[in-house]
């Protein structure tokens, strides 16, 4: 199975490179960003071992649709898409913080309420809810972003403010901009016949000191949806929901004793459960996009980002 795991491209104008858990990130004469999206897979902030075919060509595409359809609400980095797997964008400083919003108590949210706990990043959660039950108002409940290996933690806004980690007149617009996002990607789920439960949006300061959108938005890996056909009934009747997002992932982990936690081993992936995996992110492309899947060329993915990247740059 050929999968894209590590990048080290030398481009026309290399400054630097930055490795994330998925994508990597080349400077390019301090005014633009290469971004590759590989194949690795992560979860709970950890890299597996083994690459997803197709899963970098598949949040790429999933990101730059998702921006193009939401740039007229609010400004992003993109310039263009020269590779499946690539998108490149204005040279932004990224806030050191990611502002998650969630539109229903799921994921991390619903295994803290079931801890007990009901306040969640400074933000007070209503009692008497079930897990994947819809909130009042959706809430944004931020993280402080983690350099590749270490632990996203939740942060207040006032411990943000507090601290120092954004100023408060750009914390209101990070505010703004996460709302308008969030309403415009529930539309756009609505459509598909999906909800879109919760997401993280991630956003920097380009040059000239403007807030604009960055990294991935409204992929499985970003955000977690809902089908929306039978979700009330199966809240009715206490059942999981039929859900597209890397949440099957997390569950296959924890199901083989693996939760992030220190002495605790990744479990082996089959390359019949990686297969799988793969076919279940084509499964969330089309069902996100409401457009067929087109595989890229995996003869040489190498070799092929690296002709497709020259070739713009070149031009």
């Not at 999933?62 to 310039?79: F, G, Y």
């Not at 206490?238 to 199901?255: H, Y």
């Amino acid at each position: 199975m050929n999968t894209i795991i590590d990048t080290n491209f030398n481009f026309p104008g290399q400054k630097n490179l930055y490795k994330g858990k998925v994508r990597e990130v080349y400077n390019i004469n301090n005014e633009q960003l290469v971004m590759v999206a590989t194949d690795r897979l992560s979860a709970f902030d950890v890299v597996m071992p083994k690459g997803i075919p197709y899963k970098g060509q598949i949040l790429n595409q999933i990101a730059t649709k998702m921006m193009k359809a939401t740039e007229d609400v609010v400004p992003n980095w993109l310039i263009a898409t020269p590779d499946p797997n690539v998108a490149v964008g204005h040279l932004c400083t990224p806030f050191k913080v990611e502002m998650v919003i969630r539109g229903y108590m799921s994921g991390h949210a619903a295994r803290e309420y079931k801890a007990g706990k009901r306040m969640l990043c400074g933000v007070t959660l209503p009692e008497g809810m079930k897990e994947n039950d819809k909130f009042p108002n959706p809430i944004i409940t931020p993280a402080t972003k983690a350099e590749m290996g270490d632990h996203d933690e939740d942060i207040s806004r006032e411990d943000i403010l507090k601290k120092g980690i954004v100023s408060e007149a750009d914390y209101i617009v990070l505010e703004d901009y996460t709302r308008k996002l969030f309403q415009r990607g529930s539309e756009i789920a609505t459509s598909r016949g999906l909800i879109l439960v919760d997401t993280k949006y991630e956003f920097g300061k380009t040059q000239d000191g403007k807030i604009v959108l960055i990294d991935e938005i409204h992929t499985p890996d970003s955000s977690r949806y809902f089908y929306a056909d039978g979700y009330q009934e199966r809240q009715d009747r206490g059942e999981a929901q039929k859900q597209l997002s890397k949440e099957f992932v997390r569950q296959w982990l924890i199901a083989n004793n693996f939760q992030g936690l220190e002495g605790q081993t990744v479990p082996d992936m089959s390359d019949a459960y990686i297969q799988s995996v793969s076919e279940r992110y084509i499964e969330l492309y089309e069902n996100i996009t409401g457009e067929a899947f087109v595989k890229g060329d995996l003869t040489d993915i190498q070799n092929r980002i690296k002709t497709h990247v020259e070739d713009y740059l070149n031009r």
